[in-house]
C-alpha cells in the first residue's frame, strides 16, 4: 500500500520506519528537510497515486487544522485523510464535514506507543465510516503489535480520539498510584531499597505492568531520581477527559485526582512528579526538567 505521511517526529518518524518494513511505500513531510521525503505537501500528494491515503502526524489544534485545510485543496474526491495525532474528539467532527463536502474521507486514530512503538508496535483505536477504515486496514496491521490485539475500530468518526483520550486519563491515574507509592516508601526508615521493591513486583503480583517495568528503568537510572525536578506537565487529553466526565456526569475521581496532582506539581518540588516525570521520559520521551 502507498500511504503519504505528514509529521515525522518521534512517534511519526517511527511509524513511518515500521510500515515500510511490513512491505509498503511511506512518502513522508515534516518541516524539519533532514527527516523529509519531500519537500511541500503539495510534492507529497502529487507523488501519491489515486486514489490517495495521507496520515497526519502533527499537534493538535493550530497545527492540525492547518495542515487539513490545506490538504482539502490539494486532495481529491475518494482520497482519504487520517488524523492519527492527539486531536480532541470534537474537532474530528469538524474536520469530516470539512473534507466531506470535497468528497475527500476522514478517519481519526488514536495512537499509543510512544518512542517504544517502532518494537512493539502501537496501540490503534480508530473512528470512522467502515469503508475508509477498511480501506486502511494493511496500514493498521503494519503499525498494531504482533497477535489479535491492539486494534479496534471504536465507532464512528470521533470515536478514536475519545477512546485514546481515556486511555491517556486512565494512564494518568496509574502513573500517580506509582508515584504515591514510590513517595510513601522512600519517606518511611524501614525501607531501605525501594528500587528493588519495586523491581519485586515486577512478577507474580496484581500491579505487575509495563509502566512498573518503566517505573524500574527510570530508578535504573536515577536510583532516588534526584536528578529530576518535581515538575511535571499535563497534555491535553487529562483535561478533555475530566472535561467529558463532567458533560457526562460520570464520576472520575482518580483520574481527576491526578491531574490536579500535576497543577501542584508546578508550585513545589514535588516527589511523587519525580516518578511522574520519569514514566513520561521512559515511555513517550517527553522532556524532563533536570535540577540545577
Do not use: C
Amino acid at each position: 500500500m502507498q500511504l503519504g505521511l505528514i509529521g515525522l517526529g518521534k512517534m511519526g518518524g517511527n511509524m513511518r520506519e515500521r510500515i515500510r518494513r511490513a512491505g509498503h511505500t511511506v512518502i513522508g513531510y515534516d518541516r524539519n528537510p533532514e527527516v523529509s521525503d519531500v519537500k511541500s505537501l503539495k510534492e507529497l500528494v502529487a507523488k501519491l497515486d489515486a486514489p490517495r491515503t495521507v496520515w497526519v502526524m502533527v499537534p493538535a489544534g493550530t497545527a492540525t487544522q492547518t495542515v487539513i485545510d490545506e490538504l482539502k485543496d490539494l486532495l481529491s474526491p475518494g482520497d482519504v485523510v487520517v488524523d492519527g495525532g492527539n486531536s480532541r474528539w470534537t474537532d474530528d467532527e469538524k474536520h469530516a464535514a470539512e473534507l466531506g463536502i470535497k468528497g475527500i474521507g476522514f478517519v481519526d486514530a488514536g495512537v499509543s506507543g510512544g518512542v517504544w512503538g517502532l518494537q512493539n508496535g502501537y496501540a490503534l483505536m480508530v473512528g470512522g465510516d467502515k469503508e475508509h477504515v477498511d480501506r486502511l486496514q494493511p496500514v493498521f496491521e503494519a503499525l498494531k503489535p504482533e497477535g489479535p490485539y491492539g486494534y479496534v475500530h471504536a465507532g464512528r468518526v470521533g470515536a478514536g480520539h475519545f477512546s485514546k483520550m481515556v486511555h491517556n486519563g486512565i494512564e494518568y491515574a496509574m502513573m500517580q498510584a506509582y508515584a504515591e507509592g514510590w513517595e510513601l516508601l522512600e519517606k518511611v526508615n524501614s525501607v531501605d531499597n525501594v528500587r528493588e521493591v519495586f523491581r519485586s513486583w515486577q512478577e507474580g503480583t496484581v500491579i505487575r505492568s509495563w509502566l512498573l517495568d518503566l517505573a524500574v528503568n527510570a530508578l535504573d537510572e536515577d536510583k532516588h531520581l534526584e536528578q529530576l525536578r518535581g515538575y511535571a506537565e499535563d497534555s491535553g487529553e487529562g483535561r478533555w477527559t475530566v472535561e467529558a466526565a463532567i458533560d457526562n456526569a460520570v464520576p472520575l475521581p482518580a483520574i481527576t485526582a491526578s491531574l490536579f496532582a500535576r497543577f501542584a506539581s508546578r508550585q513545589d518540588d514535588s516527589p511523587q512528579m519525580k516518578m511522574i516525570a520519569a514514566l513520561r521520559n521512559q515511555f513517550g520521551g517527553h522532556a524532563v526538567e533536570k535540577k540545577d
